[in-house]
């Protein structure tokens, strides 16, 4: 089962930032953050990962709690092509691959 | 440099057929993993293979098995094929066994049985 909780949808206009929450309490300490995009009816996109400090790439920025039980996905400056289901998966990055999805986050950026 | 390629992109079988599914790495890349997605259950790890060894296998019955070959490219297979193994069948590929942050998903195949 997966080890996060993220709302089942959420939307933002064109423009805005897109804050996406991910509940992952019982998060163990070698564990990373990491999250994935699904665009409608295409393979799963990398987007951004972390231990326990924020993190930005030119896709996004990850903020994580210092406890570390919590963390929130921002795009900064959401664009229509950025609707798509988003995926916060919790893991150990050391000899597989393995990720396990939850439900994700149905992202609707509107005009 | 080219993406994920999984071939064929749609395929159509009766019950009872068995199915191969093919993915082509990016190049470079040793580890290659597969996915299942339908609509009830989400994505759901099928398998994971590096240097032509199972390193991982999720939960899914012996009817799905895979392999990879000695250039990394990969396929699996589904034999006497239900209803419920119509899905969008993903494959993804990284570049180690340290567990790479960034893995790269394939467009897909699509099953569908009838």
């Known amino acids: 089962d997966a080890k996060t909780t993220q709302p089942p949808s959420m939307d933002c206009a064109e423009g805005r930032a897109a804050n996406l929450p991910c509940n992952h309490s019982?998060?163990?300490?070698?564990?990373?953050v990491y999250w994935y995009r699904q665009i409608h009816s295409q393979g799963p996109q990398y987007i951004i990962h972390?231990?326990?400090n924020n993190e930005t790439n030119e896709m996004a920025s990850l903020i994580i709690t210092e406890d570390r039980k919590s963390s929130t996905l921002i795009l900064p400056h959401a664009t229509l092509r950025d609707t798509a289901v988003y995926y916060c998966?919790?893991?150990?990055?050391?000899?597989?691959?393995?990720?396990?999805f939850g439900t994700g986050t149905r992202l609707q950026v509107f005009p | 440099k080219a993406g994920v390629t999984q071939t064929p992109r749609y395929l159509i079988k009766t019950r009872g057929q068995q199915v191969t599914l093919s993915c082509s790495p990016i190049?470079?890349?040793?580890?290659v993993s597969w996915y299942q997605q339908t609509p009830g259950q989400g994505l759901q790890f099928l398998f994971e293979?590096?240097?032509?060894?199972?390193?991982n296998k999720g939960n899914f019955p012996g009817r799905f098995s895979g392999r990879q070959f000695s250039n990394s490219r990969s396929e699996m297979n589904v034999s006497t094929l239900e209803l419920g193994d119509s899905a969008l069948y993903l494959c993804?590929?990284?570049?180690?066994?340290?567990?790479?942050?960034?893995?790269?998903f394939g467009p897909g195949t699509r099953l569908t049985v009838l």
């Open positions: 972390g231990l326990k």
């Open positions: 019982t998060i163990s300490g070698n564990e990373y």
């Open positions: 293979y590096f240097s032509e060894t199972q390193r």
């Open positions: 998966i919790v893991r150990v990055p050391r000899n597989t691959d393995k990720l396990i």
């Open positions: 993804a590929s990284s570049l180690s066994l340290a567990g790479s942050p960034e893995q790269f």
């Open positions: 190049s470079g890349h040793r580890s």
